[in-house]
């Protein structure tokens, strides 16, 4: 998603824990050439200096389902403190019972089930921005069934 956003931006953190998707993703700006977009491995919450960005856009793609609800909270109230704009993309109530059973059985492959039984339950991401005092502005459907990318604004966030 950084890599499509980066003509609409003036620069982009790429955050993520496992050292093989932060190899991938230098490798395909290494290709791309791309200059306005870092990438790093580390936990978002616990990034020191976080504060010295100014990010425009920040993104988080299929990962909060995963978490515990303290710590995906805890994500989108770092991720608001730093940009102007979030894009959340993540699960939500597929439309088919094909959408239904591939999440389902994905979930189950993963070793987050019990995690995202809850995020579920709860009422899927709507609920966690929520709990973080944030809103959604606007809700964008996906060609893939049972994944929605909501928008948040956060510059009026403190």
């Not at 791309?32 to 870092?38: A, H, Q």
């Not at 994500?75 to 597929?94: N, R, V």
């Amino acid at each position: 998603m950084l890599f499509k956003a980066e003509k609409k931006i003036r620069f982009g953190l790429g955050v993520d824990l496992d050292p093989e998707m932060i190899r991938f993703a230098n490798e395909k700006k290494g290709r791309v050439k791309s200059v306005k977009i870092k990438f790093v491995q580390a936990n978002i919450n616990t990034l020191e200096k976080l504060s010295e960005f100014n990010i425009d856009i920040a993104m988080s793609t299929l990962c909060l389902h995963e978490m515990k609800e303290a710590e995906a909270v805890n994500t989108l109230i770092s991720l608001a403190s730093i940009s102007t704009t979030m894009l959340i993309a993540d699960y939500s109530i597929p439309r088919s019972f094909w959408g239904k059973a591939s999440i389902e059985l994905d979930e189950l492959i993963s070793g987050y089930y019990d995690r995202f039984r809850r995020y579920k339950k709860n009422g899927y991401f709507p609920y966690l921005a929520n709990k973080a005092g944030l809103i959604i502005s606007r809700t964008i459907e996906t060609p893939i069934d049972g994944i929605i990318v909501w928008k948040l604004d956060t510059k009026n966030i403190e």
